[in-house]
């Protein structure tokens, strides 16, 4: 072992009496040193941008209509008389993009000023603590503590219209000096930009630059060790040849070694000492590129000993880097163009038809006749394609909520996600009709206020829309067309009031909090809500013409998991994002027993005959439940990889796996009632008889970078949309066992065959 | 360089006991290297090479380039697999760990890495031999003043001569005290005072009964310290033994002669046996003569005739050649059969 450890040894002294060496560690303490005169300063969050308003169409139009003693009313008194003019002539369908910005302009010298919180009196009750502590300093506070109280006002006083601002948040300075102007952040926000800042830094100055660097570097060890009169001296030894190569191999890593952990330490210091950041992700992002790093000197020193010169070495370390990169890209092209866009996400049992839509958001109708997909709820002129559709499935991914059925009006309803405004064909939620007699176009387009995460129709056929920010019932026509109001590309809210939605529960009810998730009893119509751990029951109540949900019994079910809800007969399931799926009563809440499933559940769903409870994850493993008998059902038919799953009306169940095939089974036995199994394409065929066998076998360096994605998460899936709370939301899954187990395989068969090599050459 | 006039260093080996106990033995030892696109092509680096060298031994291996003398040492030390015959070192089959742990080499040319000093090239290369830190520390002073580089301990190799290096390469094979030294061309590069030097640690090492294994192409020094030689041609021994047997050219019991004869050069002429090598006339009546072999029967007699038939005789001499000498007819005389 000492002859080994000696090479390892005289490696780290070969290391550092290298004059690169020397120089990299002078550029990485001089990046380090200007990287610690970045810092963050407490700041207060002020005035008031475009994104700062829900809709400000809905603003306006509360501006219009407020009395004048309440504090909208009293907010708009304080507007100059011109806006006010402009304000009570306002229509939705008018040309408002002046009364807008005039708005805008005028909340922002009114948060200026020093007498707003006194003149806009808002109820105690409604000021956040943060807003009650700053009043309670009475005269005594600065500028820039009163423009925050009178932004913790204006917030209060228009609470269904200007967006919550955190208390504690910092602006980033560098050597003492702000960087930006107005721009704050808090500490969760500050977190996730640093994770993502080094996440790009890790990738493209480490993983890439530090990679090329250290190829280049460490290319002439091994060759070194092995030209005439070196090895020769070195086999006279009594030491094993292959131990001998390993040992010079690993030994071949202290340049790296010493480089990356300066480089990575320092930044871990730094930045959690000037930060409070203190990023396990970046301290474990050291190891995973150090083995990126032996997987491509492993290639290196290969060629070394065979070639015994370090620039073929180069040479084809790059070789290997571009078919990997070839084999690896050919795969995400083929998926990003064809294999995506045909794996299939939703069914929507339509009475005899069939509808399913790809994870691109395409619904697609199943032709008996020609046996193939075709698509229908085309968009229309409201389709954005190029780089506004890449940008919406890039922040998104799937685009709606549902679509679901609505078998009374023999109609599909969709929500589409709300996505920035400032992003391009970003914009509120909308929700879209498909009638089959129309051939299932897309007409509506009604606007909602808040972020929905469900979609349902009451026993009486209401549409209703649940999420965080309340529950809301649609009136009005919802099929006809309203068309977004939009401001340099902005969907700033509707043109038309033809039909909107409305808060379904009574005034006073307080927000929900995330981890959100709502589902509907069918048979009794109550709606169950399930915020941050808590069960609500929602009763549907006559109030005059409309039915208002007023809160029944809870349960606090003791957990911060984020969670799905279903209802088969009188049971409630509620699938908890760490697998453990809780039965209760659906009427009184109360716990039956719990159980076991998949984690991360997306879909969930119960029979409409009140028999069986279904869960989809999104690591497409099925869960059924069988109520009658109060046992899981298993079956080869839902074991596999299952994409999307539904209940038909008489409660069969469609099951969907990934080239838009579907088998509809008849439950309980699971006999097949029909199949859809369109022909692959070419495409498909090459994709799954070539191109994914290759990949599956080949090395993947380039996805380690998948795996310091994942040290940077704390989920091993992470929402698209960047909220993991809402599991409906597509998600990534960030596979590291396989790039580290295809990379460690390859690892140890190129240092395998390298030391055969070496053991049976003549030197 | 300062040969210490110490006692040998390693007591447990017997000085002069064990001294023909065989350390190395190759018997029929065949080495075909195979080289082209599919390997197709064979060279015969060895063919059917056997040896012995006993303990205690100078043994020098002499030969022409290529002649396969490195390949024979690489076989010994396991760098090379052989491809039939037996090579044994140590009584252990050749390549062998615990045979190698035995053994220092040096290697003709050979590379210490550029970012070491001579005392940490010696604590590499001790490590490397099983020592440790603490005992290749003791011992490395006393050897660099024996190669002379006592004062080049600390600075960095790439700065040595191509002799110092040679020197330090010396050190590092005996720094583990093994039993057998096989040196690769150990004077290469070295200047003539560096030699002797060289031959003096040489005679050191073997009174403290290391066997040596030298591969040279100076073949005076070979002579002057080695006890065994072996001819080697074209992969194949045309001599080993004993430098004087090998030097002795002449069938057994025959030597070459040379006469100063006086006297009418056509009755020298007609007495002279048919292994006359040259008549060469020195003077008017003065020949030089030269007899390739002639056993002692054979010189009394042509003493005897010579006298009878009036030829006087100045000088007699018995001539001896040297190993070059031998060396060069010996190789002369294979490439002849061979062409």
Redesign the interface.
Known sequence: M??Y???I??SF??AF??KILWVLIVMIALFLVLLSGLSVAPAERTGLDFPDVFDWPELATRLRDAEADSPAGKLRGRFPSELQDNLRKFKLDGENRRVFRDLRRQLNEQLDSDDFATAVVVPEDNLSDEARELVGQGENMDSKTRQRLNRLVLEAALPNDIRPSPGEVMTPTYIGFEIFDDFTLDQKQLTQVINTALQVFIFFFVSVMGTLIAIVVTAPIVP?MF??????????????RSLLFLSKFFGGCAFTIVNAAFLIGGMWLIIGIRFDVWSNGLLLSLPVYLFLFVLYYSVSAATGVVFRGPIISVVMVGLFWFVCFVVGTAKDTAEQFEINGSRIHTIVPVDDALLASNSAGDLQIWSTESETWERVFDPGSERLGGVAAMAIRAQQGFPFLGPIYDRRKQRIIAITKPTPVFMPGGGPSRMYIGRPDDNWSRRGGAMLRMSPRSIFLSPEGEILAAGPAGLQRFTGDAETPQRPFRVFGLDLGSRSDAGRFVEATPEEMPRWNSPFAATIDQNRGHVVIYSDGTLSLLSPEKNGDRVVYTPGANRDLETDEAALMAVAGNTLLVALADGDYRLLDATTLEAKTTLEGPEKPRWAAGSPDGRFLAVLSHGSSAWLYDVANGQPVTNTAISGEIRAMAFTDNSSLVVGDLFMRATNYKLPDFSVEASYDPPLSTLQSVYRYALLPIYTVFPKPGELNNVITRLFQEDSTVAISGNNDDLQADQVEIDIQTPLISNAIFLIIVLALTCLYVS?K?? | MTVPNTPPVNAALPDTAGRHEPVIQVSDLQKTYRDGWFRRRKIQALRKVSLEVGRGEIFGLLGPNGAGKTTLIKILLGIVHKTAGEARLLGQPAGRRIGRKRVGYLPEGHRIPRHLTGNTALEYYGSLSGMSVADTRRRRAELLDMVGLSDWGRTVVTKYSKGMLQRLGLAQAMLHEPDVLVLDEPTDGVDPVGRSEIRQVLNVLKDRGKTIFLNSHLLQEIELVCDQVAILFQGEVLKVGPVEEVTDLTEAGSSEITLELEGDGETIAGLLPETVGSRDQTGETRWRVTIASLNQDGIDSLVDQLRTAGISIATITRQKLTLEEAFLRLVRGASGDES
């Not at chain 1, 009169?229 to 030894?237: E, F, Q, R, T």
């Open positions: 000492r002859a450890l000696a090479v040894k005289d002294r070969e009496s290298s070194r030209e005439p009169g070196a090895i020769d001296l070195l086999l006279s030894k009594p030491v094993s049976r003549d030197f």
